[in-house]
C-alpha cells in the first residue's frame, strides 16, 4: 500500500528556514497537501496542490514536490509556526497521510 | 463563512455502534466532498473515507471496509459517519473534513471541531 513518510521531529531557531520532507514512491506525480495542527486545535491546511496556499496563509509557508519526495518550507520561522505537521496524498481514491512531524522552533 | 459543526463526545462499550453527526452550513453540500479522519490518542491522522453528494461516490479505507458507513442528509446538509463493531483500538478523535471541490483527490479545506469517541468496558 502507498505510504508516506515523514522525520518525527524537526528543530529550527527563530528566524531560520525550516523544511520538512514527506516522502513516498513517485509522489511527485500526485498532488501532496500540508495540515498544521497545534495542541488542542483541529489541523488547518497550509498547502494544496503542491504550492498553493489557501488564503490567510502567510507568505512564508511554501511547498515543493518532486521525484519522491514533497517538502513544506517555512521562511523566517516563527513560534507561533510550533506545532504538528502532516503531509497529505491521494493514492487514486484513498487519501494517505505521512505520520507527521513536530517542528520545535528554539 | 463555512462551518462543520460535530456532535459531542461519546462513550461506547466494546462491541456497540457510534454515529457521529456534522451539521454543514456556509456553502453547499452538494459542491463540497466530505471525508472523515480520526486521530488517537497521542498519534497521527489516518484517513476513514469520503462521500460526495454531487456524484454518490463513496470510498472508505481498506482496514475499515464493512464497519463504517458515510452518509448525509441533503435536507438539513449532515453528514454522518457511522462505525461499528467498536474495539478498543477505536478510541479516537473523529474529524470531519470537507474537500475543496466535490472531485475525489482534492485537498480538506475546513475541519470540524472534533468529536472524541471513547471505546471502554
Known amino acids: 500500500s502507498f505510504e508516506l513518510t515523514q522525520p518525527p521531529s524537526v528543530s529550527v531557531s527563530p528566524g531560520q528556514t525550516a523544511s520538512i520532507t514527506c516522502s513516498g514512491p513517485?509522489?511527485?506525480?500526485?498532488?501532496a497537501s500540508w495540515y498544521q495542527q497545534k495542541p488542542g486545535q483541529s489541523p488547518t491546511l497550509v498547502i494544496y496542490?503542491?504550492?498553493k496556499r489557501p488564503s490567510g496563509i502567510p507568505e512564508r509557508f511554501s511547498g515543493s514536490n518532486s521525484g519522491n519526495a514533497a517538502t513544506l518550507t517555512i521562511s523566517g520561522t516563527q513560534a507561533m509556526d510550533e506545532a504538528d505537521y502532516y503531509c497529505?496524498?491521494?493514492?487514486?481514491?484513498?487519501?494517505?497521510f505521512g505520520g507527521g512531524t513536530k517542528l520545535t522552533v528554539l | 463563512q463555512v462551518q462543520l459543526l460535530q456532535s459531542g463526545a461519546e462513550v461506547k462499550k466494546p462491541g456497540a455502534s457510534v454515529k457521529v453527526s456534522c451539521q454543514t452550513s456556509?456553502?453547499?453540500?452538494?459542491?463540497?466532498?466530505i471525508s472523515w479522519v480520526r486521530q488517537a490518542p497521542g498519534q497521527g491522522l489516518e484517513w476513514m473515507g469520503w462521500i460526495s453528494i454531487y456524484d454518490g461516490y463513496r470510498s472508505y479505507a481498506h482496514n475499515l471496509q464493512g464497519r463504517v458507513t458515510m452518509t448525509t442528509d441533503t435536507s438539513t446538509s449532515t453528514a454522518y459517519m457511522e462505525l461499528m463493531s467498536l474495539t478498543s483500538d477505536d478510541t479516537a478523535v473523529y474529524y470531519c473534513?470537507?474537500?475543496?471541490?466535490?472531485?475525489?483527490?482534492?485537498?480538506?479545506?475546513?475541519w470540524g471541531q472534533g468529536t472524541l469517541v471513547t471505546v471502554s468496558s
Open positions: 513517485n509522489l511527485g506525480y500526485k498532488y
Open positions: 473534513v470537507r474537500a475543496r471541490t466535490h472531485t475525489v483527490g482534492d485537498a480538506f479545506d475546513y
Open positions: 456556509g456553502y453547499n453540500l452538494n459542491s463540497h466532498g
Open positions: 496542490q503542491d504550492t
Open positions: 497529505q496524498a491521494w493514492d487514486s481514491t484513498t487519501a494517505v
